[in-house]
Structure formats: C-alpha cells, structure tokens
C-alpha cells in the first residue's frame, strides 16, 4: 500500500507541474559540492539587489543567528556597492513573525536605508519567496539579484531563481565580511 501511495503522490506532482518536482532529484551530491558547481556557473557582473531569503526568527520575534547571517550579509553587500537594495524575503512559515519584517527592521536599525528596503513577507517556501521577489524586482526594474541565504541552501535556491528566469550571483552568509 505505501509503494501506491508513492507512486501516486509522484504521478500527481508530475500531472501538476509543481515546480518541486525539479527538485526531487537534485539531492545527490554533498553540498559543498553543489555550492562550487553553482558558485562555477555564468553569472551576473553586478547585480541590482539582493534577494535575501528567510528562515524562522526568534520564538520573541527578535532575529534568530540565521537571521542574523543573512541580514549581515546583505548590509555587506550593500555598503560594498554590490547591490542598491535588499529585498527581504520569508512570510510567517515557521512561527507567527514575518521572517521578511524581522529582517528589514534589523536591516534599517543597523543603519540600511528605508527606500533600499523591500519586503515579501507572503511567502511560505523558497519556491515562494523567489517567485515573490520577483514580482517586485520586475516592479521596480531590478533585472539581476545577488541571492544571500546560508552555504548549503544556495544551490538549491540557485535552481529555483533558474526556474523562474532570474540571473543571479550567490553569497553564501557564513562568508561575508563585515560592512
């Protein structure tokens, strides 16, 4: 019975188009691996604003260390001329806190500017914040993203951005250098 219900839940993922389906088979190489390759591919020359992707904040509210990684980067990013704006990603998937306003209001306390502050705070999966995103990078003509997450999520991401058209440059968090 559960080789039915496997078979099944793969025939309905591939009858739906879900764009998961990509991924289901990506899962068979170490991560380090898959980030060298990722990092190896073309890739933008500049990019116009990074794509920061979420992850649960604080049981509080307040910024989780991923979160923190991820913010860093993005202000790194910006005060290096990488990148003219962020856009935080991340809805409440994980607790009640939009991971996208926690991370834009520690963003603007540390000192990034206002209007180089987006949020998408609707999203629920990395699917989602990357379609998300790019609604908003179309709205304000952003054609190029730098994607900022943690190492072993960004190849993973880099896919989905490849999915949905978007040219991007990855920055893993745990290497970012301070602004």
């Known amino acids: 019975m559960r080789t039915v219900?496997?078979?099944?839940?793969?025939?309905?993922?591939?009858?739906?188009?879900?764009?998961?389906?990509?991924?289901?088979?990506?899962?068979?190489?170490?991560?380090?691996?898959?980030?060298?390759?990722?990092?190896?591919?073309?890739?933008p020359k500049a990019t116009d604003v990074a794509v920061v992707l979420g992850c649960p904040a604080n049981p509080d509210g307040t910024p989780s260390p991923c979160l923190r990684c991820r913010i860093?980067?993005?202000l790194a990013a910006y005060h290096r001329?990488?990148?003219?704006?962020?856009?935080?990603?991340g809805g409440a998937a994980h607790n009640r806190f939009i991971e996208a306003a926690v991370m834009a209001r520690e963003a603007a306390r540390l000192g990034m500017p206002?209007?180089?502050?987006?949020?998408?705070?609707?999203?629920?999966?990395?699917?989602?914040?990357?379609?998300?995103?790019?609604?908003?990078?179309?709205?304000?003509?952003?054609?190029?993203?730098?994607?900022?997450s943690t190492r072993d999520h960004l190849p993973r991401a880099r896919r989905f951005a490849e999915y949905y058209g978007i040219p991007v440059a990855l920055s893993a968090c745990e290497d970012a250098r301070q602004y």
């Not at 379609?131 to 908003?136: D, L, Q, W």
């Open 5 to 43: 219900g496997l078979g099944l839940s793969l025939l309905l993922l591939a009858s739906t188009g879900c764009a998961a389906w990509h991924d289901l088979f990506q899962r068979d190489k170490p991560s380090s691996q898959v980030f060298a390759e990722a990092q190896a591919l073309p890739r």
């Open 114 to 148: 206002k209007d180089a502050i987006f949020l998408e705070g609707e999203s629920l999966t990395t699917w989602q914040n990357l379609r998300f995103s790019k609604r908003i990078m179309a709205s304000h003509r952003f054609q190029t993203a730098l994607l900022i």
């Open 81 to 89: 001329g990488e990148v003219r704006a962020a856009i935080f990603a």
């Open 72 to 74: 860093t980067a993005a």
